[in-house]
């Protein structure tokens, strides 16, 4: 790895959109979408800014839950972007915003919202240094003080869990 690879990154170099058009294959015989689709895109759409933002490959570690607020039909278009919200060692959250547009009605409503938690990883499975990231807007900083709040409570609950084993 360069030092380069270690240089402090703003938030917009991770920041990444997928687009799915919902297909019947992706839904259930009432013609909704999937959860388990729409979770499989969220944790593609995470990885994008995971990758972007480390350089290398990476691992999902942890998904915070999923509230499903709205339900998506056969024939949407779901939009989801990510990036990178703040960076610990070798893991970062991504935060991952969901929005289906209705091109026909020119609608757009917020579906879903999830925090996935990547870990970098080299071709043999070692974990890797994350370079830093830098929040430069209001709501990035918000998004990064969230983030260190969000880990806490993650390692606690993974502690808890750990011991219960
Ligand atoms: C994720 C994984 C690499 C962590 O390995 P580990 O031996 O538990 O590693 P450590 O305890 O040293 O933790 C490494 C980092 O991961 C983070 N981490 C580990 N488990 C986590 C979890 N459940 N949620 C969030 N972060 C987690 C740690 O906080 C640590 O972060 P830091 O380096 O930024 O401080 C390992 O559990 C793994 O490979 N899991 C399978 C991943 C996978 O295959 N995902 C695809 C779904 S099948």
Do not use: C
Not at 70 to 87: A, E, F, K
């Amino acid at each position: 790895m360069t030092d380069d690879m270690l240089a402090p990154r703003p938030v917009r170099d991770s920041q990444s959109e997928m687009a799915e058009i919902v297909l019947p294959n992706d839904a259930n015989p009432l013609a909704a979408l999937l959860g388990g689709r729409l979770m499989h895109w969220i944790d593609l759409a995470g990885a994008m800014a995971a990758h972007r933002h480390s350089r290398n490959y990476v691992v999902t570690a942890s998904v915070d839950h999923i509230d499903f607020l709205v339900p998506v039909r056969v024939g949407d278009l779901v939009i989801l972007r990510s990036s990178v919200n703040r960076v610990f060692h070798t893991s970062m959250e991504v935060g991952v915003k969901v929005f289906v547009e209705n091109y026909i009605a020119d609608t757009a409503q917020h579906v879903a919202s999830a925090h996935l938690t990547f870990v970098a990883i080299d071709s043999a499975g070692e974990r890797l240094k994350v370079a830093a990231v830098i929040p430069e807007t209001d709501e990035q900083r918000r998004r990064y003080d969230d983030a260190g709040r969000r880990r806490e409570i993650r390692r606690s609950e993974l502690e808890r869990r750990r011991k219960t084993r």
